[in-house]
């Protein structure tokens, strides 16, 4: 092989390896695009898997038996942003097999503050949903609420061991973060606060679930357990922290402390979300912030919010044209017991930006 090809090599080889010590925390995400219908079950494929850094793999190979829900988790947090994001200019894309882009590898915004705490809560909500389905030989149903409750009821059935769920979150999810040459720095400390906030949107709302005992449904007696909200309330909560984050600096006197680089805002509590950098505007495509910009995208014509066709569009202009739409309708119930519907067309307008 000549001189030239081998320095190409070893140059791709050198871009490569710095291109994944750039990366962030939530490159282990990578996991979301494996093919549902592959399983991790060998330790062998621990060292194979995209996206894992040393102390993930060996935390992969530990516990292998968690791996499918470390994905599902993963799958969870990038659908439910998807959802929760659909009708702003940022909307969680991941085109091109890329996770989200530079705005979360590269910038602390609020967009990567939402994407590592909904991946963390995605993580400890699937571990937690594996645990009391029965799934895993290492924890089951949360075993410390037993006898009678200070309100009258017996704790039984399975409550949610979210107990569990949250302390390997922790550890896997985190890992990054924690290591040697990561440790204090800004926006390892950023990343792990947003962490521990999307895992507390999960915990602080736990919700208490019954069932009635007794003649005809008398409620004489109520047997009781703990359950996690679903992903979707989990998102929402979120989401609304998302809106309302504050900007933070690292504490002068403390690497490990952050406070509101506006000193007359109040400081954040352990269930905000942080960030350092302010947002683009994500109205143009932009390699550098990896951006996708908001031509194309569609956009609701009698909104005056950010899906409106105005913001949305940046002030470009939009597009409308006509379109045939087929649905169900003229329903009918027939006994027993099925429903009956018709096709019916309509034509609808979309809005599209330029």
Request: glycine residues 6%.
């Amino acid at each position: 092989m000549k001189q030239s090809h081998w320095i190409c090599m070893v140059y791709g080889l050198v871009i490569f390896y710095i291109s994944l010590l750039s990366v962030d925390g939530v490159r282990w995400m990578a996991l979301a695009q494996m093919s549902s219908l592959a399983h991790i079950s060998d330790e062998d494929n621990c060292e194979t898997l995209a996206g894992l850094v040393k102390r993930q793999k060996k935390l992969c190979k530990r516990h292998l038996e968690l791996m499918d829900s470390v994905r599902a988790g993963a799958q969870m947090a990038i659908e439910e942003c998807q959802a929760q994001f659909k009708y702003r200019r940022w909307n969680c894309s991941t085109e091109n097999d890329k996770l989200f882009g530079n705005v979360i590898l590269k910038q602390g915004t609020r967009e990567a503050a939402f994407v590592h705490s909904i991946s963390s809560a995605g993580v400890a909500h699937a571990v937690t949903r594996a645990c009391s389905s029965g799934q895993l030989r290492k924890c089951g149903c949360d075993k410390t609420l037993r006898g009678r409750s200070q309100e009258n009821f017996e704790w039984a059935g399975c409550s949610d061991n979210i107990a569990y769920g949250i302390a390997f979150s922790k550890v896997f999810v985190d890992a990054r973060e924690r290591s040697k040459r990561r440790r204090n720095k800004p926006r390892a400390v950023m990343n792990l606060h947003n962490n521990e906030a999307g895992r507390k949107a999960i915990e602080d709302n736990m919700r208490i679930e019954c069932k009635c005992h007794g003649v005809s449904g008398s409620c004489e007696m109520r047997t009781c357990w703990k359950a996690m909200p679903i992903f979707t309330a989990v998102g929402a909560i979120l989401k609304d922290k998302f809106d309302g984050a504050t900007e933070v600096k690292v504490k002068p006197q403390d690497a490990n402390e952050l406070i509101p680089l506006n000193p007359q805002f109040k400081p954040h509590t352990d269930q905000d979300l942080v960030y350092m950098e302010a947002s683009p505007d994500f109205c143009e495509a932009d390699l550098k912030t990896g951006s996708l910009g908001t031509h194309g995208r569609f956009c609701n014509k009698t909104s005056k919010a950010i899906d409106g066709c105005d913001l949305m569009c940046c002030g470009r202009g939009y597009v409308t044209r006509q379109v045939r739409i087929t649905e169900r309708c003229k329903c009918k119930f027939h006994w027993c017991c099925h429903v009956k519907c018709k096709s019916c067309e309509r034509t609808v307008d979309e809005h599209i930006c330029e």
